[in-house]
């Protein structure tokens, strides 16, 4: 493989909670990590709705946006122009919960809002757990069908509702029967990354034995004395760009910016060609 020679790609995923709400949240951001690529979910507004020339004035001339009022929607922003734009449905909802993208040097970046979940772990009683799971049944499928493409390379990012080691909880014990935790998600889970061979960008730079969360909920009076996070959000690469990751952060400082999201964003570095 040659070593790459050209400026790197600087990614920053982020659920959001309301992006026209967060919008000083989201140029502080950019003024702090001034990523290239921002993949963004639960933006929560309806296409022609989304705060394109306040995000233009931010630096990011190229936007694509999936999304429903007032709940879910994904959106990718960038520095650079896509060359191809895909909006995708799944589980016969289209709820505005993937956009997939292409640079112009081959990259594809694909990000995800996955559904929570609800708050009880039966399909039989919970319909939303059940999307759920439908979901993460979909998703494997349709990597499974891709497996011949494995080389590719991809970078899928999101807020897919689900913390699959138990370092990734702040107590497995006490977490296993909550919604984002169970072996019925954990297992689809790693079913997928196993599927494709996917890297675990985060446990690629924090170890495994170490506990590492990337949300935090409103409930907690104060987030970080009880830190009792769970790891919902993440970046997978294909093995294309295996040695390509230099660099990762999850800026947990932004959890006590002013009107946080309950989610923090993950930025990394990845060397082009």
């Not at 995800?112 to 998703?139: C, R």
């Not at 061979?197 to 004395?225: C, G, H, M």
Request: hydrophobic fraction near 40%; aromatic fraction near 8%; proline fraction near 7%.
């Amino acid at each position: 493989m040659p070593a790459p020679t050209s400026k790197p790609l600087t990614l920053a995923t982020w659920n959001i909670n309301s992006v026209r709400l967060r919008m000083p949240l989201l140029a502080r951001l950019v003024a702090e990590a001034q990523p290239e690529i921002i993949c963004l979910q639960e933006t929560k507004v309806d296409d022609p709705l989304f705060p394109h020339e306040a995000i233009a004035a931010l630096g990011y001339p190229h936007r694509a946006a999936n999304g429903r009022k007032g709940y879910h929607g994904v959106a990718i922003l960038s520095r650079e122009p896509f060359a191809r734009v895909d909006k995708h449905a799944w589980c016969g909802k289209d709820d505005g919960r993937h956009l997939t993208v292409r640079l112009g040097d081959g990259l594809e970046i694909q990000n995800y809002y996955i559904p929570a979940g609800g708050d009880v772990p039966d399909p039989a009683v919970n319909e939303k757990f059940a999307h759920k799971l439908q979901f993460l049944d979909e998703m494997e499928a349709l990597w499974r069908k891709r497996r011949g493409k494995a080389r590719d390379r991809v970078i899928v990012v999101g807020d897919l509702n689900v913390a699959p080691h138990e370092t990734d909880v702040w107590s497995h014990r006490q977490l296993l029967d909550v919604v984002s935790h169970t072996p019925a998600e954990t297992d689809r889970f790693k079913a997928i990354l196993a599927g494709w061979d996917w890297i675990d960008v985060t446990r690629a730079f924090v170890p495994l034995e170490e506990k590492v969360f990337s949300w935090w909920s409103y409930r907690n009076q104060d987030w970080k004395l009880s830190d009792r996070g769970r790891r919902l959000d993440h970046v997978w690469a294909s093995r294309a760009l295996e040695g390509r990751i230099s660099a990762h952060a999850i800026l947990r400082d932004a959890r006590d910016w002013p009107q946080p999201s309950d989610h923090v964003p993950i930025v990394v570095r990845v060397e082009r060609d």
